[in-house]
């Protein structure tokens, strides 16, 4: 059975806690359980010592009802939570208690009263407080707090005349006071409770805390990557993953969002080149079969044209018939060209003077068109190894179009080359043109694709696309309708091989 890594995290989370919290809840409970215990218990021997001073001249004058009646007294104090006060003889009699069927009695050395001076195996007057304190449970079942108090032989018990004791006893009694721990039982079971209570409120805080996190950190991240890479299955491309936070998923997000901007990018130009291919050869073969008969059409042509020199109506078909069969022979030499691309003969080359070269040529017509074309050249480009006539034609073709795009009212032209970090140079070419319809810019690049009309034949940025892929380069366009068009050319800095195409954009970033 699967389990979600959030619900692991927050199990986790709270078994932490918990082994924490009742780590802490145990060390609180049992410090404060010693504490009540030991205050408790300085009480009760305070309260011995006060018993043993009230009733010290009633033993000293050997007043027994009076001593008898005290002890009764004060053993009846319930409310106070004394239960019990007894007096035994050092061997174990008891001489005086509050309960008096146990006085005569003798205790058993292994009970809970004599048990704590024959273990310590040591006097009793040289025994600790703490030593001299027990702890056990009534016959009720509730736990009681035993304190015993020496009663030592004093020079004036040696010497009293009543009961005169050997100088040499140390020991006359032993005054027990036996507490009533029901307080403090019910102080520990309360402070348990708010413990307890406490424990597992921070444990859900923590766990709902973790849930809440692992919700917003972990969970809804991690879905949107889940949905992305079944976009990506599904062949969907064009979703992108929003990028929330500065941490670890949200680079992983980022990098997931360039992933599929690079793979649509390498998808789509493997369609154009897999469509330049079939074209190709289909524009091949149509070429060799059309080029000689059009030759002949517009051979005779001409030739009726200059005997019906004279005839003015046929004359002007026939210049129709010479113009388009013109026309058509240069789709064909472009059809040729498409079909045929010549592999690029590199050499070093000055991006900047290609681009003079580029413009010296169209720059007549670029005047026609009432165009004004603005250069901004760096003049720290490095060399780029090309063919610097694909890369002119490439250019030529750009600025025609941009000039195409502007039309006969005018417009401008800014031509901008720069260094980029990715071991590569570009050329923008940013025109005031009409600007591209959005729904048209992911074909521009098809062959016989043109938003020209009958005026173009969609051939020359297939050709100039085609060139930039054979150099390794990429050719990329932005547009914004009724506000110009931008082309972007980039080539790579890195020598090619010996024999071979240097590096793609796509693999050097």
């Known amino acids: 059975m699967r389990t979600r890594i959030g619900i692991r995290l927050v199990l986790g989370a709270a078994l932490v806690t918990a082994t924490?919290?009742?780590?802490?809840?145990?060390?609180?409970?049992?410090?404060?359980?010693g504490q009540l215990l030991a205050e408790r218990t300085q009480c009760a021997d305070q309260l011995s010592e006060t018993i043993k001073g009230a009733a010290h001249f009633d033993m000293l004058e050997n007043r027994r009802d009076?001593?008898?009646?005290?002890?009764?007294?004060?053993?009846?104090?319930?409310?106070?939570?004394?239960?019990?006060?007894?007096?035994?003889?050092?061997?174990?009699?008891?001489?005086?208690?509050?309960a008096s069927e146990e006085i005569g009695t003798s205790l058993d050395p292994k009970g809970e009263a004599c048990y704590a001076c024959h273990a310590e195996g040591r006097?009793?007057?040289?025994?600790?407080?703490?030593?001299?304190?027990?702890?056990?449970?009534?016959?009720?079942?509730?736990?009681?707090?035993?304190?015993?108090?020496?009663?030592?032989?004093?020079?004036?018990?040696?010497?009293?005349?009543?009961?005169?004791?050997?100088?040499?006893?140390?020991?006359?009694?032993?005054?027990?006071?036996?507490?009533s721990l029901d307080q403090v039982d019910a102080e520990i079971a309360f402070s348990r409770k708010v413990i307890v209570a406490s424990a597992l409120l921070a444990i859900l805080a923590v766990s709902l805390m973790m849930w809440w996190l692992n919700h917003r950190l972990v969970e809804l991240p991690v879905e949107a990557l889940v949905e992305g890479t079944r976009r990506v299955e599904a062949g969907d491309f064009s979703g992108t993953i929003q990028v929330s936070g500065r941490h670890e998923l949200g680079e992983l997000a980022k990098a997931f969002n360039d992933m599929i901007h690079h793979i649509a990018e390498t998808q789509r130009q493997l369609a154009?080149?897999?469509?330049?291919?079939?074209?190709?050869?289909?524009?091949?073969?149509?070429?060799?079969?059309?080029?000689?008969?059009?030759?002949?059409?517009?051979?005779?042509?001409?030739?009726?044209?200059?005997?019906?020199?004279?005839?003015?109506?046929?004359?002007?078909?026939?210049?129709?018939?010479?113009?388009?069969?013109?026309?058509?022979r240069g789709i064909i030499?472009?059809?040729?060209?498409?079909?045929?691309?010549?592999?690029?003969?590199?050499?070093?080359?000055?991006?900047?003077?290609?681009v003079r070269r580029a413009v010296s040529v169209v720059m007549t017509q670029l005047s026609l068109h009432h165009v004004d074309l603005s250069l901004d050249l760096a003049s720290d480009l490095p060399t780029v190894y090309a063919d610097a006539n694909q890369i002119?034609?490439?250019?030529?073709?750009?600025?025609?179009?941009?000039?195409?795009?502007?039309?006969?009212?005018?417009?401008?032209?800014?031509?901008?080359?720069?260094?980029?970090?990715?071991?590569?140079?570009?050329?923008?070419?940013?025109?005031?043109?009409?600007?591209i319809p959005p729904e048209d810019l992911p074909r521009?690049?098809?062959?016989?694709?043109?938003?020209?009309?009958?005026?173009?034949?969609?051939?020359?940025?297939?050709?100039?696309?085609?060139?930039?892929?054979?150099?390794?380069?990429?050719?990329?366009?932005?547009?914004?309708?009724?506000?110009?068009?931008?082309?972007?050319?980039?080539?790579?800095?890195?020598?090619?091989?010996?024999?071979?195409?240097?590096?793609?954009?796509?693999?050097?970033?």
């Open 20 to 33: 924490v919290v009742g780590g802490m809840a145990y060390a609180i409970l049992r410090v404060q359980t």
């Open 66 to 98: 009076n001593l008898h009646r005290q002890i009764r007294d004060v053993g009846g104090l319930q409310k106070e939570g004394i239960r019990k006060v007894r007096v035994f003889n050092k061997e174990g009699k008891i001489m005086f208690s509050s």
């Open 123 to 179: 006097p009793l007057e040289h025994l600790e407080i703490q030593a001299r304190a027990r702890v056990f449970h009534a016959p009720d079942g509730t736990r009681v707090l035993g304190v015993i108090n020496p009663i030592p032989n004093e020079a004036s018990c040696s010497t009293a005349d009543c009961h005169a004791h050997s100088p040499n006893q140390r020991l006359l009694g032993v005054l027990d006071v036996n507490v």
């Open 272 to 328: 154009q080149a897999d469509k330049l291919a079939s074209v190709g050869r289909l524009a091949a073969g149509i070429a060799h079969e059309i080029n000689n008969p059009l030759t002949g059409v517009l051979s005779y042509a001409s030739l009726l044209r200059k005997r019906l020199d004279g005839d003015k109506e046929t004359c002007d078909d026939l210049d129709v018939i010479v113009r388009e069969t013109v026309r058509c």
């Open 333 to 354: 030499r472009g059809l040729l060209d498409f079909a045929r691309p010549t592999a690029p003969a590199r050499k070093p080359m000055d991006l900047d003077e290609v």
């Open 392 to 435: 002119q034609q490439v250019v030529v073709n750009l600025l025609l179009n941009a000039a195409d795009a502007i039309g006969t009212e005018g417009g401008s032209i800014r031509a901008t080359t720069r260094r980029v970090p990715s071991s590569s140079i570009e050329l923008l070419l940013k025109d005031s043109g009409c600007g």
């Open 444 to 509: 521009i690049f098809e062959p016989f694709f043109t938003t020209k009309g009958n005026h173009g034949t969609g051939l020359g940025l297939a050709v100039s696309w085609g060139i930039v892929e054979a150099h390794g380069g990429s050719l990329e366009v932005q547009s914004e309708l009724g506000h110009g068009t931008t082309f972007t050319l980039r080539l790579s800095t890195v020598a090619a091989p010996e024999g071979g195409s240097p590096p793609s954009l796509a693999t050097l970033t």
